[in-house]
């Protein structure tokens, strides 16, 4: 069961951009520390900053790709109407994608959400470790992979879906194919 508005094909896809930002987060760590010979906290932080543009473009293109275009996921007029040729000289103000402008406040709002979610995964594990006193290795990845990540994820999700890609108020009302808020979907 998902909450109103939130389809099967945005959380897949919100999953999907996520798993290809933490395996690109993993790798690039792993490289940074290692055989880059970084130190592990600007390891971290250029492991983050890819990790953020591989899910910001996963989001971007692929899970809220339909935000945006709001004549994409209407009907089509019919061929030789009045509408259609209207259609085809009207500019393609509504039905562009964001401008450059747009994708870099969006950009910079989904690096804002992930510190977010990063900031709620740390507070948990802090929390854990030094307010509680749990600081064995499992209580550790309990607290910072388990519960943290799934508290972060939330924050992620709820900022990615309502400030990142947000519906412009020109496109509320849209006639849509059935996808709730215009979201089309790359995962089926």
Not at 110 to 126: D, E, I, K, P, S
Not at 149 to 163: D, P, S
Request: some cysteine; proline content about 6%; overall charge positive.
């Amino acid at each position: 069961m998902t909450a109103p508005g939130v389809t099967r094909r945005e959380l897949a896809g919100f999953a999907a951009a996520g798993l290809a930002a933490y395996l690109v987060d993993l790798a690039v760590f792993t490289a940074l520390l290692g055989p880059g010979g970084l130190p592990p906290l600007p390891a971290k932080g250029l492991a983050f900053l890819a990790a953020c543009a591989v899910a910001f473009t996963g989001n971007a293109v692929g899970t809220y790709g339909g935000r945006g275009r709001a004549t994409a996921t209407a009907p089509a007029p019919a061929p030789g109407s009045a509408s259609a040729s209207a259609a085809a000289s009207a500019p393609a103000s509504a039905s562009a994608r964001p401008g450059p402008g747009e994708r870099l406040r969006q950009a910079a709002v989904f690096t804002v959400v992930n510190a977010a979610g990063a900031a709620v995964q740390l507070g948990c594990l802090a929390v854990s470790h030094y307010g509680l006193g749990h600081t064995s290795h499992r209580a550790d990845l309990i607290a910072g992979a388990g519960v943290g990540m799934l508290l972060g994820t939330v924050v992620r999700f709820w900022g990615t879906r309502t400030l990142v890609f947000r519906d412009r108020p020109e496109e509320a009302g849209a006639v849509g194919d059935g996808n709730r808020n215009g979201v089309v979907g790359w995962t089926g």
